[in-house]
């Protein structure tokens, strides 16, 4: 029985044994059987990985699972078949994008012949759920078997990680469905995976935001390395997460445009680690304490308005590009064509767009500024080194700085 409890996700297995909830929770597991919890990304994760993820010992936990599933319930008709199906699709979106997307998909999916859209298996989630973070179990699959047909996350995540470089991504496991270059604008930074692994949807633009009430007669910063002058000392804010993890796209940039040393400026300078959201309601808000400078995406910045004695600033060497992409297995790309094309088509990419997500699909107009220009880290850059690695460096040199530790 072990290997049936290994094979299903955490969803399947709670819903045929709510009696093991109990075991989870004695393992410290407890978040996974949470009904929020195991209703989104339960149905994405395998047991095998969650207890590989979370250093449990497996034939252990089994053996207790077995001694509390005293009975085991029948699956529905059909269900034996699909105990360990793949999900189709996982889409873990940023905030701003899951309500319109999910509406376009649910239109897509009335589109499809009654028997097509019941054989698709999917699940869209929003990227706030600050509890779990799905692209943490890519440090630990080990087969396909593991991972949805087609996964959308934003950012520069453990989808870049050596584990699954070297399994998923140079065994040509997943395959690019897209070769847009983007407009006149984009194409120009080379944001298409040369290689062919990541499908490139979508952009999420970080920029400058700045409250000249609180920055008085200071300089109003115009490039990312301005943030690292002393007079910005303690008004600055930045992403920052509940686990003491900050926005791995600023530090990874500034690490490689200014050199390591560069975070302890940095982290002097940063005063809040806070959701945009957050940045967003502060920003003019007329009160004397909050931050002077925001580091935050487009869509909040736009999200603004007028607002009198703000003003967003589009750096002069770039805004910084956090990528949103697609992985697509291989032998997968047919069965899913229908899908695929949704995806990567050009109602997908004008909800991107409309909300400052440039996309690259070349039918969309990205209603960017004119002559705006962008700082990505580029594919050689990922390519060629540990983001794992240095993404855990930076961020430990960063934290000291912020949390005033001396080096």
Known sequence: MSDTFLNLTISKLILRHPETIPIFAANGLGMLTREDTRESFGAAIRLRTALKAAGVNVDLFCRQLEEAAVQE????????????QNLNLFALLPCPLKIPLEQA???????LPPERRNRLTFLLEGNANNQIDYADYADHFESPAEMPDIIITPGFNSFFHPHFVQRFIRSGTFTSVTNYAGDKQLAAMGITDPNGHYSMLAMNLLVLVVDHHRLGDRPVPRTWGDLLRPEYERTV???GNHDGTFCETLLLTIQKEFGAHSLTPLGKNVAWGWHPSQMVKSAGNGRQEGPAVCVMPLFFANSMGQREGVSVVWPEDGALVSPVTMLVKTEKQEELRDLIEFLTGAEVAGICAGASFPA????????????ATFKWIGWEYVRNNDLKELTQTANAAFLRAFQGISP
């Open 73 to 84: 319930n029948s699956p529905a008709p059909g269900e034996q078949e699909t105990a360990t």
């Open 105 to 111: 998909f649910n239109g897509f999916l009335a589109s």
């Open 237 to 239: 804010a930045i992403r």
């Open 360 to 371: 690259l699909h070349p039918q969309v107009e990205n209603q960017l500024p004119e002559g």
